[in-house]
């Protein structure tokens, strides 16, 4: 099993700061960790993911760094903007049972004020 | 091209009623998942089929059963309900486990009174 702390719970900037959110997983040895993007009412939808060969990963204004040693990985949002606002998850995989299995973090509230 | 679609989108239920909630993908992804998604909690994996005729427990599978006859539907049931079955139950699908973004319905909202 794996678990993943994921912080903090609720975040609240202003329109054009940057967001930070922050997850620590236990134990990994596998080699991809998304971020998810859920909208009220909607299903988790991948924003971007990262392989831990990898420091950083950058896809807009959206940013992973990735701490292997330090068993940490975190999302910077840049620019944030109002239809930024929305709940984050992260997610280490493991291998349970006869496939990988993601355990998800427990979610920020991102609130992006205009 | 309709993803992943769950039936019903809202339920209602008294404590031990039985019930089914149907997942549907046509995006012929091998790999299927239930989760639910309690406050503070995130997502907790319930129980995932690695292909047709295939299941296997996740995380939180008690009270719980799922069955994948055919490769593009999963059904998750629930025998007799109980209250701490309230929760939003979220079906994801994937092409496989490696590096593979699994891809979410909108969920079925289900009280048990």
């Known amino acids: 099993q794996q678990q993943v702390k994921q912080s903090p719970q609720s975040l609240i900037v202003q329109k054009g700061g940057i967001s930070i959110i922050n997850c620590a997983y236990e134990?990994?040895?596998?080699?991809?960790f998304p971020w998810y993007q859920q909208f009220p009412g909607k299903g988790p939808a991948l924003l971007i993911a990262?392989?831990?060969?990898?420091s950083e990963k950058k896809e807009g204004r959206f940013t992973i760094s990735f701490n292997k040693s330090a068993k940490q990985f975190s999302l910077h949002i840049m620019d944030s903007q109002p239809g930024d606002s929305a709940t984050y998850f992260c997610?280490?995989?493991?291998?349970?049972?006869?496939?990988?299995?993601?355990?998800f973090g427990s979610g920020t509230q991102l609130t992006v004020l205009p | 091209n309709a993803g992943v679609t769950q039936t019903p989108k809202f339920r209602v239920l008294k404590t031990g009623q039985s019930m089914t909630l149907l997942c549907a993908q046509d995006?012929?992804?091998?790999?299927m998942y239930w989760y639910r998604q309690d406050p503070g909690m995130g997502l907790r994996l319930i129980h995932y089929?690695?292909?047709?005729?295939?299941?296997a427990k996740g995380e939180v599978p008690d009270g719980y059963n799922v069955s994948r006859l055919k490769k593009q539907n999963f059904l998750l049931g629930l025998e007799s309900a109980a209250p701490s079955q309230t929760s939003v139950y979220f079906c994801?699908?994937?092409?496989?486990?490696?590096?593979?973004?699994?891809?979410f319905g909108d969920g079925t909202r289900l009280s048990i009174l």
């Open positions: 994801a699908s994937s092409y496989g486990d490696r590096n593979q973004p699994q891809h």
């Open positions: 134990n990994t040895a596998f080699d991809y």
């Open positions: 990262i392989r831990p060969d990898v």
């Open positions: 997610a280490a995989p493991w291998l349970g049972g006869s496939a990988r299995q993601l355990t």
């Open positions: 995006m012929n992804h091998e790999y």
């Open positions: 089929s690695v292909g047709e005729g295939t299941t």
